[in-house]
């Protein structure tokens, strides 16, 4: 039995046969109508989402398959004071495959090392959110036909954003790759993420000017500043909006450039920019479901031919 909680859990080559599955899906959806007919995924959330959850439960509805779950920590027994390690056996009875998202970092892993079932990291505290990656690499991979020889400009909460953490993770693995941190100083990347670059010999830079190095990206990866981890609200409220993308700064970027972001969205990009053909946040949103009936397709063992 296989679990994800980390976007290395899976190979580049597994990756690929995933995001061709993916893009099967994409073209051919009528094929999978029924591929889960009698499964079922719980969502087990203690920790808000829109996206990932919503995401998660339209890929098995998708399927076929059918859901069930909890979107509040506060509706779970988890309440009462019940623990992930006994939630988890108990879902176990329930259903066929699990999608857990935890504030705390290493909770689906525990939940993971217990369950008779597949667990799914659907995110947990500042630490990963392998599916976000995935959804980021097939977006990627279908609009740009490549995951090589890239220049990529992480921008935003580079600290505490998971997103950021895990798909620096992903694309370490792949030729060509140079990284740019844009952040302000209190809001850097991790120094465990620029040592294990460090040792890859990965080309990084941290910058905090935008306008700077826009011309020079293939992607630029927004992120929301994440108040919900932060420890004083005035330090969020200084912080929320140092970066605005909008239609002038668009100008010094190339034409092919991509901007992605993996949503909420805050005030991090006008929405003028929504219509800028490079702007692709809610296409991946959109690749976001198909990558996860890839997923959960794949974790179940079920081939469609
Ligand atoms: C992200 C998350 O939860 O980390 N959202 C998502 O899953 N699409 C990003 C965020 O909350 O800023």
Known sequence: MRHLM??????VEELEGLFDLANDIENHPEKYAHACA??????CFYEPSTRTRLSFEAAMLNLGGSVLGFSDANSSSASKGESVADTIRVVSCYADICAMRHPKEGAPMVAASKSRIPVINAGDGGHQHPTQTLTDLLTIRSLKHRLNNLTIGL?????FGRTVHSLINALSRYEGIRFIFISPDELRIPDYVTEMLNEKGIPYEEVMSLEDVLPRLDI????RVQKERFFNEEDYIRLKDFYILDRKKMKLASPDMLILHPLPRVNEISVEVDDDPRAVYFK????GVYVRMALILTLLGIHVD
């Open 6 to 11: 980390n976007p290395l859990d899976f190979t």
């Open 38 to 43: 009698g499964k079922k995924l719980a969502t």
């Open 155 to 159: 921008c935003g909460d580079l600290k």
């Open 220 to 223: 630029l990866y927004m992120t």
């Open 284 to 287: 991946q949103a959109q690749y």
